[in-house]
């Protein structure tokens, strides 16, 4: 029996323990780190950089040489054909039955200079006829070399070692701009829950205290010292406030479920966050964020790129306006041998040239009027990325101005916030002794609330603003230095 009971204190005790660990206490930053280490958003942004990161990877072997071989081990031919036969002046089918085996390496390095390839080939191959005499035929080309070129003017390798490595280093800022996204976001779900748990408490105050004073009133009107009409704005005040609990306990579930979900814990995980009580005081230079978003924003690197492309865009259309010329040469050894031990014993010299020309001589003027387009869509995302730059700095202009009076509304609000508080604690004490009537302390309940709710929207608004600054700017302006990231860690993971 003893055994039975210790078994039951101790499953008791699991139980309470495992209970006790659903339950986090959360401060802003915690909240942040768990967001970037294990909230989809954080997957997101990791595996788009990823992408860009494997897409530039490609760009730069597409530079080196690459090799590659090529074979056709096995090639099985049977059938019939028409030939002419020359001693009975006459048509007839021949059947023909033969094997053949070809394998071949290449390797091919792209010119960046010109825009066209170098390349190396070795083959050989192998025929055996299975009818008639039965003979097998041995080719090979131990070497050959190439190179081919087309001198239309546009050099695509060209603009790509133009265009990738910034859309790279791009990618690598949008990487950190997303990160920050992520830290405006968790403060606007961690504030959420924080509004939802302090509503709730003030609903649970104002529930007792409403309660409270109901039972007083019910005590003194039964005295005469309050009024039937009082007594039923007591009544009215507890049902309203039982009302405005069950709504506030909801919204509190939901807010909760929200923040859950966006960090990646349990639904049973309960949070209870933090107030920050600290701000850091900082006075930031609207001319040095401009500054450092001009050094470190993607979108002033997305700028540069959208000029290149559509100067790249114009290239193409002037390349394919007039003459198009391809060339192609090779020089190799060659030699057809019955024997595979004669194959490579004094190959012959094997030698290609050829010149392509494509001439429009009518195209009803398509190829200028390509050209044309091309050089106004410039000359429109020109004046349109002009403005957009405009804009760009108006709005870090904009947003540092609006940050550098979120401390001092932060500040009013927290002293609005005691004084109201204070407020309500003397009324609620007036009442009690019947110095003031119910209006009264009403109307000072609502001012405790509004102005509790009006500091937890200024902390928000600071914290927002200032991770939004961080976005726009990706400068820590606390550190005094660009923000930055372990690019290598995310290859690891």
Same mark, same amino acid.
């Given at each position: 029996m003893?055994?039975?009971?210790?078994?039951?204190?101790?499953?008791?005790?699991?139980?309470?323990?495992a209970a006790a660990q659903e339950e986090l206490v959360l401060t802003l930053p915690e909240v942040i780190d768990i967001a970037s280490e294990q909230s989809i958003d954080a997957f997101r942004n990791k595996n788009m950089y990823l992408a860009s990161y494997w897409e530039h990877r490609f760009y730069k072997a597409e530079r080196l040489p690459s090799i590659s071989l090529s074979s056709n081990p096995a090639d099985f031919n049977r059938y019939s054909n028409s030939e002419y036969n020359f001693e009975t002046n006459e048509d007839e089918f021949r059947l023909r039955e033969y094997f053949n085996s070809e394998v071949s390496v290449s390797a091919v390095q792209n010119v960046s200079l010109t825009g066209g390839q170098v390349f190396l080939r070795s083959e050989l191959g192998m025929i055996k006829n299975l009818g008639g005499d039965k003979n097998t035929s041995f080719n090979a080309t131990p070497i050959s070399i190439g190179f081919s070129q087309e001198l239309n003017g546009y050099n695509r390798l060209k603009w790509q070692a133009k265009i990738e490595p910034l859309k790279f280093e791009k990618a690598k800022k949008e990487f950190i701009q997303d990160m920050e996204d992520l830290r405006v976001t968790s403060t606007s779900r961690f504030f959420g829950l924080i509004n939802a748990q302090i509503q709730k408490n003030i609903a649970e105050m104002n529930y007792a205290n409403a309660d409270t004073l109901y039972r007083i009133g019910k005590g003194r009107f039964q005295v005469g010292t309050v009024t039937q009409d009082e007594l039923l704005e007591l009544e009215l005040r507890l049902l309203n406030s039982e009302q405005a609990l069950s709504v506030a306990q909801l919204g509190e579930k939901r807010a909760q479920a929200r923040l859950n979900s966006f960090l990646g814990l349990p639904k049973e995980t309960?949070?209870?966050?933090?107030?920050?009580?600290?701000?850091?005081? !900082?006075? @930031?230079?609207p001319d040095e964020a401009i500054d450092e978003a001009i050094k470190n924003n993607p979108e002033i690197l997305n700028h540069q790129q959208q000029k290149l492309q559509q100067d790249e865009n114009v290239a193409i259309a002037k390349s394919e306006r007039g003459l198009n010329t391809t060339l192609y040469a090779m020089y190799g050894l060659n030699k057809s041998a019955e024997n595979f031990d004669d194959v490579y014993t004094e190959p012959d010299k094997s030698q290609v040239f050829s010149l392509g !020309?494509? @001439?429009?001589?009518v195209d009803w003027g398509r190829g200028k009027g390509r050209y044309s387009m091309a050089k106004s869509n410039r000359e429109v995302a020109l004046a349109t990325i002009k403005q957009e730059r405009i804009d760009f700095e108006q709005d870090i202009y904009q947003s540092v101005l609006e940050f550098n009076l979120q401390a001092g509304q932060v500040n009013t609000a927290a002293k609005a916030d005691t004084v109201a508080q204070m407020g309500y604690n003397v009324t609620f004490q007036r009442f009690l002794i019947g110095k003031i009537d119910v209006t009264r302390l009403n109307i000072a309940s609502n001012d405790q609330e509004t102005a509790r709710m009006a500091y937890l929207t200024r902390l928000r608004d600071y914290w927002s603003a200032y991770y939004r600054l961080r976005s726009l700017t990706l400068f820590d302006f606390e550190n005094r230095k660009p923000l930055e990231a372990d690019y290598d860690k995310l290859l690891e993971n």
């Open positions: 003893k055994n039975i009971f210790l078994s039951f204190i101790f499953i008791l005790g699991l139980s309470e323990f309960m949070i209870k966050c933090v107030v920050p009580s600290e701000i850091p005081e !900082l006075k @930031i230079d !020309l494509n @001439i429009p001589i």
